[in-house]
């Protein structure tokens, strides 16, 4: 490990490396139908946005296959076709795309595969080695079942298949839809690879199921040192899958960006409406990239000691309250001017970082 990261092999999506030194991506996959041109053109542009790094999109005829020369011209984030069971539409969407993601466990027999690999071989793009526990193959589900054992076989047997045939653009992932399994199956291989891996728990749910199934297992490996990229799986979101992903990133440490707010939950000691101030901390500081950890506490139980550790505090009294730079006071000021202070403060230390 390199700085308590596995130093993995560095691709290339388009113009974002993945692995190596690489800052670890988020990335999301659009819903509409990927023929719908305009709609699917509409969904990157949020996720752009968003600030996503990289999109996938789903394969599954034809028609959506032939669209993806239209659809990349309309954007610059790199764009990944998402193939299940045609081996044929990777082979007109490797024309178009920046990666081919396939399932081992529903594409079929290995001349098709081999079929995938020539046509990106051709066209210098990787290939996402989708194990998903719910699709495994045959022999490895027989011998197996849906376990992380099994995945990391299929994974393992499907990166020798590519090996040998002199492909080694390769990432890897290794999902489940329940943390435990799908931590197991990264943990497991993680020493016997050295490709980038794509980190997920699939199929996860709404943003309350997926936010909390994503943070366990997708923070947990991450402060294991695993991961290149990753996807937070929500039903039905987009903005909020490259929100709660960044999230992850952030507070798992493996990423320094932008304000760590600090607030003390609700409870009886509170003496100022901390909810509405906080609320407005978080709206007016959701544009500084520098790294701070700013803290607004309610009562001076806490406050004192939690403002000496930030980079920017407020520390609510009865109706008046503290502003603290570095544990050092600054200011003393009724409640209805602190935010206003506090926020000069905290705009000024983005500045001096």
Known sequence: MKN????????????VAVGGDA???????????????????????????AGADMVRVAVPDYEDAHALKEIKKATSLPLIADIHFNYRLALIAAESVDCIRINPGNIGDKSRVKEVVKAC??????????VNCGSLEDQFEKKYGQSAKGMVESALYNIKFLEDLGFDQIKVSLKASDV??????????RPLV?????????????????TI??????????????????????TGELEEEIRVGRAILKDSGRVKDGVNIISCPT?????????????????????IKTPL??????????????????????????????????????????????????????EKAAKEE
Do not use: W
């Open 293 to 346: 950890n700013i803290s607004v506490m309610g009562c001076v139980v806490n406050a004192i000691g939690e403002a000496k550790s930030a980079d920017v505090a407020i520390a609510y009294g009865k109706g008046s309250g503290l502003v603290m730079v570095k544990g050092e006071v600054v200011a003393k000021l009724t409640e209805q001017n602190l935010v206003d202070r506090f926020l000069e403060e905290v």
């Open 23 to 49: 800052p670890i991506s988020v990335q999301s996959m659009t819903y509409s139908k990927t023929h719908d041109i305009e709609a699917t053109n509409e969904q990157i542009k949020r996720l752009h946005f």
């Open 267 to 287: 409870c009886g000691r509170l003496e100022a409406d901390l909810v509405k101030a906080v609320a407005e901390v978080e709206e007016r500081t959701k544009h």
């Open 4 to 15: 308590n990261r596995y130093l993995t092999k560095k691709i290339y999506v388009g113009n």
């Open 213 to 234: 199934k994503s943070s366990i297992g997708l923070g947990t490996l991450l402060l294991d040192g695993i991961g290149d990229t990753m996807r937070v799986s929500i």
């Open 180 to 189: 435990e399994r799908t931590v197991d199956a990264y943990r497991t291989l």
């Open 194 to 210: 050295d490709y980038p891996f794509h980190l997920g728990v699939t199929e996860a749910g709404t943003i309350f199921h997926a």
């Open 121 to 130: 071989t051709e066209y210098n793009i990787p290939i996402r080695i989708g």
